[in-house]
């Protein structure tokens, strides 16, 4: 870790290095909050003496699984299921799940350590928790994924419950997953029990504006954070790397803020579009098609496909990192940077690598870290749960204009407590520290749990 760290704070951390070996991920999330806590742990000596800290970085409960499932051949393939119940101090564990081929226990528990504190953030009775499988569905058949997602819940129904514990989707798990992991989880419990998952159909107790939810939220962060600068996203240039839920609804939202969007991306190459992305198209390719990004570039003969290419090494003033873990380095930072960025918003969960955010920080730009940036998507997932309970739906503007409000809250809690802590201006100390004297506060009142 950084060599400001606080003595008692390093051990902890020498500590969670060696009771998780190998994790990297993991490793890598954690330092980012610890790094934080110096002034806190000052402040507050009872966080020490009830070992809060040592507690935080240890899941409550951690469920590995076999996932046996037959392709439309017949042929039988073995995948490994996760769910880290990670903390409960707040409210039921809540987290999206993950089905992507790299997929393993530090990145579940990486995402679960994350949720924690940007569910805190949120203002909303939600804990922390993470799940997924190694399972690819790229390719995949519409039975095939069925299959999977019965065998997946079949064993995971036995820890859920909408007072225990309540998944979503994340990378690789959208409506029609939840679909019938819901549908099977209905048969098996045989309650038909809508508090039990988030990103519903419409249909069967589905909220309006969460598949939209986490870009919108995204973009209403950075909003604020350029109004702070007396900037606005009307004529910016930006960038939003992948093509999935997160990157659709970040281009929509800022091409209504009046941005441009000139690029998106997958991981086999980079779409540039110079007069802005036409956010339809990609919601045909993607959401419906299922198809790759390259074909955008068959139905618009002025945009270009670079195959391979690197999103971050095109000009703009706004980045919306909205693909995965470590997408950008720290020499994609210093470009970024070095071309006239102002800000960089974190639709996906922890994009920046530590030398990245260093740059970001140095720099002096609005940077708005993942666990602020992205808590849209789980703040919506918490109004779905508050309208499952009271079996009533909300329109879209009704439930939009809560998330903005979650969203402008967020930034507004990690602006001023970054004042508070003697770092103005960094979102990374402000998100830290505000998302986790909630949860440091809420462990303590419970006792030694
Ligand atoms: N997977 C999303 C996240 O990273 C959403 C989780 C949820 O809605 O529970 O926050």
């Not at 809508?194 to 969460?210: N, Y």
């Not at 992305?277 to 618009?300: G, M, N, P, S």
């Not at 960094?426 to 505000?434: E, P, T």
Request: hydrophobic residues 35%; contains cysteine.
């Amino acid at each position: 870790m950084s060599p400001q760290i606080d003595e008692k704070l390093e051990t902890m951390y020498q500590e969670v290095l060696k009771r998780n070996p190998g994790e990297v991920e993991f490793h890598q999330a954690v330092a980012e909050v610890l790094e934080s806590l110096n002034p806190v742990i000052s402040k507050h000596p009872e966080y020490l003496e009830r070992k809060i800290i040592e507690r935080i970085c240890e899941p409550e409960r951690q469920i590995i699984f076999r996932v046996p499932w037959q392709d439309d051949n017949g042929q039988v393939h073995i995948n490994r299921g996760f769910r880290v119940e990670f903390n409960s101090a707040l409210g039921p564990y809540k987290g999206g799940l993950r089905f992507h081929p790299s997929v393993y226990l530090g990145i579940i528990k990486f995402l679960g350590f994350e949720q924690i504190f940007k569910n805190s953030l949120t203002g909303m009775p939600i804990g922390g928790g993470k799940g997924g499988s190694d399972f690819d569905p790229k390719g995949k058949s519409d039975d095939e994924i069925m299959r999977f997602c019965q065998s997946f819940m079949t064993e995971l129904y036995r820890h859920l419950g909408e007072h225990t514990d309540v998944p979503a989707g994340d990378i690789g798990v959208g409506g029609r997953e939840i679909g019938y992991m819901f549908g099977q989880y209905k048969r098996i419990t045989n309650r038909w029990e809508a508090g039990v998952l988030t990103g519903k159909g419409l249909k069967w107790g589905g909220s309006l504006v969460r598949p939209e939810a986490t870009g919108y939220g995204a973009t209403f962060f950075i909003n604020e954070a350029l109004k702070v600068r007396k900037e606005s996203f009307a004529g910016k240039t930006c960038l939003v790397s992948g093509s999935g839920n997160v990157a659709i609804y970040t281009v929509e939202k800022i091409h209504q803020l009046g941005g441009k969007c000139i690029a998106c991306s997958d991981s086999n190459g980079v779409i540039v579009h110079e007069k802005g992305l036409d956010v339809e198209l990609i919601k045909q390719l993607k959401e419906v098609e299922r198809r790759r990004i390259k074909d955008y570039a068959d139905y618009h003969k002025d945009a270009k496909y670079i195959a391979n290419g690197n999103i971050w090494d095109i000009p703009c003033q706004v980045a919306m990192p909205s693909a995965t873990q470590n997408e950008i380095n720290g020499k994609d930072a210093k470009t970024l940077v070095k071309n006239g960025c102002i800000a960089v918003g974190e639709g996906a969960n922890m994009p920046t690598t530590p030398e990245g955010i260093k740059v970001f920080l140095d720099a002096k730009i609005a940077y708005g870290p993942g666990k602020a940036a992205n808590a849209g998507g789980v703040a919506t997932s918490a109004l779905e749960m508050q309208q499952n309970a009271q079996r009533d739906s909300w329109s879209f503007d009704f439930t939009e204009k809560k998330l903005e409000g979650i969203m402008v809250g967020i930034h507004q809690l990690c602006h001023d407590t970054a004042e508070e802590y003697g770092a103005p201006g960094n979102y990374v100390v402000g998100a830290n520290i505000a998302g986790f004297i909630k949860v440091a506060d809420a462990m303590v009142a419970h006792g030694l749990v």
